[in-house]
């Protein structure tokens, strides 16, 4: 089966710019994470998804961050504006499992605000 | 809250030398525990997990994890490590019961020489 696919895989933008990653999930998987690790601390979760909808959002660093899970496929994390601390790599997962015990990641975003 | 501790950042090996990572996580309740791997330039694949039963887990590619649950560790083992095995490893964990994400360690980078 195809993995847990992410684009761009790397992403270089201007402080003030508005980027957005896009996550396509293992077919047939309810639940989407999105994960993020900033340049030397630990990945750290941003928000899951149930089909289309929010589960959980509590990692969510502000409100500049929105995300979006269409039709409950595909989803995309929009950032506007950029910042510079908004810079790290951004990794999307899928599971059938509620509690994703069954997590398969994609290979990331690398995201680069200048 | 959860947390995740790895001892060392960064480790360099040589070819057929033992590895052992360090891994301590704070939580009050019940978890599950993981080992991720990130090889260069691909996703993070699953090492092994533990949700219950013997303690010493096997995983793929020849490493194994002991949990001990007095000393809060979930230390990951390889009596001989290859130069393949250069990646980055993370630690992590979930709460058992309920709704849980994972929480990651920062990761140790693994360097084996040839």
């Known amino acids: 089966e195809a993995g847990v696919t992410q684009f761009p895989s790397h992403s270089v933008i201007e402080k003030g710019q508005t980027v957005t990653l896009r996550c396509d999930p293992i077919?047939?998987?309810?639940?989407l994470y999105w994960y993020r690790r900033v340049m030397g601390k630990e990945i750290k979760f941003l928000l899951h998804?149930?089909?289309?909808?929010?589960?959980?959002e509590s990692g969510m660093p502000n409100n500049r961050f929105l995300a979006e899970r269409t039709g409950g496929t595909y989803s995309t994390l929009k950032v506007q504006p950029a910042e510079l601390e908004d810079s790290g790599v951004y990794f999307c997962a899928s599971s059938q499992e509620f509690q994703g015990f069954g997590y398969t990641f994609g290979s990331g975003t690398r995201l680069t605000v200048v | 809250a959860q947390s995740v501790s790895q001892h060392n950042h960064h480790v360099i090996l040589s070819e057929a030398a033992s590895l052992e990572l360090g891994c301590n996580y704070s939580?009050?309740?019940?978890?599950?525990l993981f080992w991720y791997v990130q090889y260069p330039g691909q996703h993070l694949q699953l090492l092994l997990k533990y949700f219950s039963g013997d303690p010493l887990v096997k995983g793929i590619k020849g490493f194994e994890a002991e949990f001990i649950k007095s000393k809060f560790s979930f230390n990951l083992r390889k009596p001989s490590v290859q130069w393949s095995d250069t990646a980055e490893y993370f630690c992590a964990v979930n709460a058992k019961s309920g709704y849980s994400t994972l929480t990651f360690g920062k990761g140790t980078m693994l360097l084996v020489s040839p």
């Open positions: 998804f149930v089909k289309e909808s929010k589960q959980d």
């Open positions: 939580y009050g309740g019940t978890v599950n």
């Open positions: 077919s047939g998987h309810d639940n």
